[in-house]
């Protein structure tokens, strides 16, 4: 690939902040190069918190390098020939139609009549009578309708890469919960941000009575969705690096919907991919609210722009890391096509995904015949298991479960945790103890972990001058193999030859 570098000094998977070892995100840099997926990130190598070796840019949205194999070290020098080349691939790489040219081939695909409406489902497009026969070998629906026109998230294959999109869709359930909280708290308007499932519900109930007010436009990366809404109502937009492909044209959409009513009555949803970045989400979102505030409206210079952050419960510490102001609801939010996130499981196959929000816990209420209920002290709705601790003074339950006080720990844990004398924590019984000064488990010294450890450096060096050892006497007995072979057969022929001159 022309836009990719000389190799890849780790995976991305994770890589987000310093620790004890590893890769941290360092943000978006100013002159960023780009991949198809818009300006990449930088990165740095860590060690023991520290920085430790070069930087380097990589795709924003995939931590995958099977998915996009962008990188490019920080200090290197591009030649004018790559920078030429990395701008054709991007530009190869770009949906065959533009969102404007899209939006005119729907309003023509729903003038024909029901027989020739087609969905090609491996190129995942509309389909006019003329281009059938380009897709006679590919699978196909016939007879597209408007209901399936209109619910675009049930004809399109959800793509389920769960470090890029993660299009696991909200359950109807969750849907209709979300809408009607929304509904209920006074808003107006919504910023849909990777929650295609929220929109199209929206979209559905708008074009059905007058009485319905609510409207979103939705900012995803999947731009299959462009065929189905108009660019008032979808942006081509990469939540990792706050792009928006469609150029000024697709921000200035963006902002005019943000600033409608001077900004008033607006919240943003976001369901962003589980495996994704937090620190990039993050600045992101921040990026949206700024947009927001440019409004001018006095109150909003104080304010945070309304949010639903829906993300698993474990994610909880980073948020609040970037968004103080957040706090985590009860509600258990399911999802369609994921085999594990369902309502109605109990104990750990409870669905951990949740919503943040910076709005006031009292105001969210959840739903009673789900058995959810209020709890007067902590001002929030709660589920029913997670009861309240009188020594935490708080319902501390995270997982649904009714967690346990530890004396020793001085707060409250699951109940499958025990307190360990030897880790002075509570973890599971048949854990492992692993003490954080027990240094390294190759030589046993601290201050490194055994993936960073001298000895087994050296040992690898070792079995690769081995391997590298064995292969060349390999090689050199293959070829003494090939040399015997190939003199036998010389001998092997001149015999032939004098054979027959000696019969002529």
């Known amino acids: 690939m022309a836009a990719s570098g000389e190799g890849d000094p780790e995976g991305l998977c994770g890589a987000e902040r310093p620790g004890a070892g590893g890769l941290a995100l360092l943000g978006l840099a100013p002159s960023a190069p780009s991949c198809p997926h818009g300006p990449a990130l930088l990165f740095v ?91 006679l070998d590919h699978q196909f629906l016939c007879n597209i309708s408007t209901a399936q ?27 209709q919960f979300l809408l009607d909280l929304i509904i209920d ?42 065929q189905f809404y108009t660019e008032d109502e979808f942006c081509h937009y990469n939540m990792f690096n706050h792009y928006f492909f469609g150029g000024e044209a697709a921000r200035e959409a963006c902002r005019k919907f943000l600033h409608q009513d001077n900004g008033g009555r607006v919240i943003l949803v976001t369901d962003p991919p589980f495996g994704g970045l937090v620190g990039a989400l993050a600045a992101s979102f921040k990026k949206l609210m700024a947009m927001w505030k440019e409004t001018g409206k006095e ?36 999802y369609d096509n994921h085999a594990l996130y369902k309502h109605g499981k109990t104990g750990r196959r409870q669905s951990p995904v949740r919503i943040f929000t910076n709005l006031t816990p009292s105001m969210i209420v959840l739903p009673v015949e789900e058995g959810y209920r209020f709890c007067a002290i902590c001002q929030r709705y709660v589920s029913s298991g997670n009861q309240h601790c009188e020594i935490c003074n708080s319902c501390t339950s995270k997982d649904g479960r009714r967690w346990k006080h530890c004396v020793l720990c001085k707060k409250c844990v699951k109940p499958s945790w025990f307190h360990c004398n030897n880790c002075n924590c509570c973890a599971l019984q048949n854990h492992t103890c692993e003490k954080t000064d027990a240094g390294c488990f190759v030589c046993g010294k601290a201050g490194h972990k055994r993936s960073t450890c001298p000895s087994l450096s050296s040992t690898r060096t070792a079995c690769q001058a081995d391997e590298k050892q064995k292969q060349k006497t390999l090689k050199r007995v293959k070829m003494g193999i090939c040399k015997r072979s190939a003199m036998k057969h010389a001998i092997f022929s001149r015999k032939k030859v004098k054979n027959k001159k000696k019969k002529t």
């Not at 910023?191 to 009575?209: C, D, F, N, W, Y």
């Not at 698993?312 to 509600?331: H, W």
């Open 299 to 334: 109150d909003h210079n104080n304010q945070e722009m309304p949010m639903f952050w829906i993300f698993p419960y474990f994610f909880e510490s980073r948020i609040l890391e970037f968004f103080p102001s957040f706090s985590m609801m009860d509600y258990q939010v399911d």
């Open 45 to 135: 190598k860590t060690s023991q918190g520290k920085e430790e070796g070069r930087r380097f840019y990589a795709c924003s949205a995939c931590r995958d390098r099977k998915d996009c194999n962008f990188f490019q070290w920080e200090d290197e020098k591009v030649s004018e020939t790559r920078l030429a080349a990395r701008e054709e691939y991007n530009r190869n790489h770009q949906p065959p139609f533009t969102h404007r040219q899209n939006v005119e081939r729907y309003k023509n695909f729903v003038l024909l009549p029901l027989s020739k409406r087609r969905f090609c489902q491996e190129c995942q497009q509309l389909l006019f009578p003329a281009e059938w026969e380009k897709h």
């Open 149 to 175: 026109l209109k619910s675009p998230s049930q004809l399109l294959y959800p793509l389920e890469n769960k470090k890029t999109n993660a299009q696991y869709l909200f359950a109807d359930r969750s849907c």
């Open 185 to 226: 708290l006074g808003f107006r308007r919504v910023l849909s941000v990777g929650t295609p499932r929220l929109h199209e519900m929206i979209q559905s109930k708008a074009s059905q009575g007058e009485d319905f007010r609510v409207r979103s436009l939705l900012l995803d990366i999947d731009f299959r969705y462009s």
